[in-house]
């Protein structure tokens, strides 16, 4: 299994951004897939979960600004940033459980004032 994360960058408080997460060695679309952030020095934290029929959750902090989604053809999962905060600085992670963790490398994403 291989997630390759992508997306991050640099952007001003309440601008958007998309992050990607590209599935590789998996059945992708059975599985349930998920964005964490690590902030520095804070433990990392869920931030949002899809599963396979798309149903979505969302951390109580993001909600209403993230959307997670995922498209079984290519593959690949999203989550779409609006309305950043200070806060929403961290490296993010996409993240799925196959009879143990995998995860991607992780995208930094920077909000700036």
């Known amino acids: 299994v291989q997630l390759q994360a992508s997306g991050g960058g640099l952007v001003q408080a309440g601008g958007s951004l998309r992050l990607s997460c590209a599935a590789s060695?998996?059945?992708?679309?059975?599985?349930?897939m998920n964005w964490h952030r690590q902030a520095p020095g804070k433990q990392r934290e869920l931030v949002a979960t899809?599963?396979?029929?798309?149903?979505?959750n969302y951390a109580d902090s993001v909600k209403g600004r993230f959307t997670i989604s995922r498209d079984n053809v290519k593959r690949t999962l999203y989550l779409q940033m609006t309305s950043l905060k200070l806060e929403d600085t961290a490296v993010y992670y996409c993240?799925?459980?196959?009879?143990?963790?995998?995860w991607g490398q992780g995208t930094q994403v920077t909000v700036s004032s």
């Open positions: 060695g998996m059945h992708f679309s059975i599985n349930t």
């Open positions: 993240n799925t459980y196959i009879q143990r963790d995998y």
């Open positions: 899809i599963t396979s029929s798309g149903r979505a």
